[in-house]
Nanobody, 115 residues
Framework: QVQLVESGGGSVQPGGSLRLSCVAS????????MAWHRQDPGKQRELVASITTRGTTTYVGSVKGRFSISRDNAKSTVYLQMNSLKPEDTAVYYC?????????WGQGAQVTVSS
């Protein structure tokens, strides 16, 4: 089972930026489909952004133009750069990875956007 460890969450004012990182254990990362999800209490978990092994990216409409997902296979790391943050971006952000039909989740990173 691949272990995913997130870092980079925190508190920021509206309009600010944060970058989340997620490091994967083992040597399967370059073969993994990776994504970031988020969940606010009382709401369903939402897919925010994804990136394939070839680098193809997708985004939920509410973050297009503000968030950017990328990966560094040499570091077994996926990133989520979040700019122009809004209060409605407040949530716990989870790193997700899939390889060989097995899913892995990170522990979650709190992102709070508030003035």
């Amino acid at each position: 089972q691949v272990q995913l460890v997130e870092s980079g969450g925190g508190s920021v004012q509206p309009g600010g930026s944060l970058r989340l990182s997620c490091v994967a254990s083992g040597n399967q990362f370059r073969h993994m489909f990776m994504a970031w999800h988020r969940q606010d209490p009382g709401k369903q978990r939402e897919l925010v952004a994804s990136i394939t092994t070839r680098g193809t990216t997708t985004y939920v409409g509410s973050v297009k133009g503000r968030f950017s997902i990328s990966r560094d296979n040499a570091k077994s790391t996926v990133y989520l750069q979040m700019n122009s943050l809004k209060p409605e971006d407040t949530a716990v952000y989870y790193c997700y990875g899939r390889v060989n039909n097995r899913d892995s989740w990170g522990q979650g990173a709190q992102v709070t956007v508030s003035s």
